[in-house]
Every structure is written in C-alpha cells, then in structure tokens.
C-alpha cells in the first residue's frame, strides 16, 4: 500500500514540472531581432542607402587568368554578369609594366570578339609607350555601385557601374568618379565583354555628373555629396537609385 502510494506521489511530481515548463515555453516572448550578418560583414544596406549586393570585386569565377589578376569563368546567372564586368575593370592596368604576353592570353578569355580582344590590348600597348607603368589606375570597388539594366541569363546583360580612376598621364592629369556601361555576353561558357555600340544603342540607361579632381590628390573620396552628384544628371535632375546595388568589399 505504501509502495502504490509512493508511485502515486511520484507520478503527481512529474505532472506538476511538466506543466511548469509546458506554461514557461508557451508564455516566452518571440525573438523578434534580425538575422546576423554575414561573414563579409555587410549590412542588409549600405551607410548610402543601397542595398548590398553578396558580389565581392576581385573575387567570383573560376579561375585566375593568366595575367594572375583577373577572375574569369562565370556562370549564365545575372549576378554572374554584374560579377564579370566588375572584375573586368581593371584589366591592363597596373602599378607594374604590362605583361604583355601574359595580357595577350587573358584578353581572349574575357572579351567576345577579335575586334574587341584587338582594340583592347591596341589601347594597353599605346598607354605603355606613352605613360609609365602606375599611370592609369582603376578601382572598381570604390565606390562599388551597380546596377543590372537588362539580362537574359545565359545570354546578354547590360550592367552600369560607378568606378573610380586615376589618369596621371600629363595630358590628362585627372582622378574622377563616373557611371560607365558595359554589355557582356554568354559565350563558351562565361560572361565576356563586348563594345558592341549598336546593341548598347537600343537599351535606356540615365548617366549622372562625373566628379574630378587632380591626379596628384589620388582617388575622389566618396562623400555623400560626392553619391549626390554621382546621381544627378547635368541639368540638375535626381536620377533614381532603385536597382542600385553596393558590392560587399565597397571601399
């Protein structure tokens, strides 16, 4: 009689905590708090006002080309594209003189035509025998904008971009900040550039003022002034920012 008595008592115990923490679980307030960011560090939206893209300028891609700096090797996606021509950017300059040969095996890889293959490294040679190397430089993570305008995966994309660029050569002695077009298109498995002039004709694309500055005074800062002007047309209208994005290793 005890013993069923004992059980009795030890079945009631177990009841009581059961409800205790049944009760506990059911009145805990939801967390109502963001998810973390990632590990670049990103913001869900940048300090401008854009919303961050995962792209991260430099890297992407397969491979390394031979000139062992640029990324090639996309897949058909749209982002792919807006990671190419970003990576395209800088190609042919550097603070070293040009391997050519090296530049040579490269440009094939990420341009689409011999025209376009032809043009480029016509224009790397000339820069060379005219500036020394470190003349030109580009920086397409400062300020990091993009804008996708129109793409077919696996097929064209239209991508504008604002890139920074130094330009110490005498003649020009000018550092500037400007929106510039690209068009890429899916060849032999990856996103590669084109100068087609006629396609870009047929796409709606707004430019806004470029800002400059002596060469000597390095690199425009970027200042919220600075995106102001970036996204005002010269006759002083405000150009829409929707579909902007800022790459995640933006400087």
């Known amino acids: 009689m005890r013993r ?15 409800a205790v923490i049944l009760t506990v679980v059911l009145n805990r307030p939801e967390n109502t708090a963001g998810p973390e960011t990632s590990s ?10 854009f919303p961050v893209s995962p792209i991260r300028v430099g890297e992407g891609g397969r491979e390394l080309a031979p000139d062992g700096k640029t990324r090639i090797g996309y897949g058909p996606s749209c982002q792919e594209a807006a990671q190419a021509v970003l990576n395209y950017a800088s190609f042919g300059y550097s603070t070293e003189k040009p391997n050519m ?3 040579t095996k490269t440009a094939p890889m990420i341009f689409a035509t011999q025209d376009d293959v032809a043009s480029r490294l016509y224009l790397i040679t000339s820069l060379a025998e005219e500036a020394p ?16 305008v129109k793409c077919t995966e696996g097929d064209s994309a239209f991508i504008m971009s604002v890139t920074s660029s130094v330009d110490a050569r005498p003649a020009v002695n000018q550092a500037s900040m400007a929106m510039s077009f690209e068009e890429v298109r899916y060849v032999g498995g990856t996103w590669k550039s084109t100068e087609d002039a006629v396609s870009k004709a047929g796409v709606a694309a707004e430019f806004g003022q470029s800002v400059s500055q002596p060469a000597s005074e390095g690199f425009v800062k970027i ?10 047309s010269d006759e002083g209208k405000p150009l829409s920012r929707d579909g902007w994005f800022e ?3 933006a400087q």
């Open 40 to 49: 670049t560090g990103a913001a869900t939206t940048s300090k401008y006002g």
């Open 247 to 249: 790459v995640s290793n």
């Open 101 to 103: 040969d090296a530049l």
């Open 223 to 232: 200042t919220p002034e600075v995106i102001n002007r970036l996204f005002t």
């Open 133 to 148: 190397a470190g003349a030109i430089q580009v920086n397409p993570a400062a300020p990091g904008l993009f804008k996708i």
């Open 4 to 18: 069923r008595w004992w059980i009795m008592g030890a079945g009631l115990i177990v009841v009581i905590v059961a």
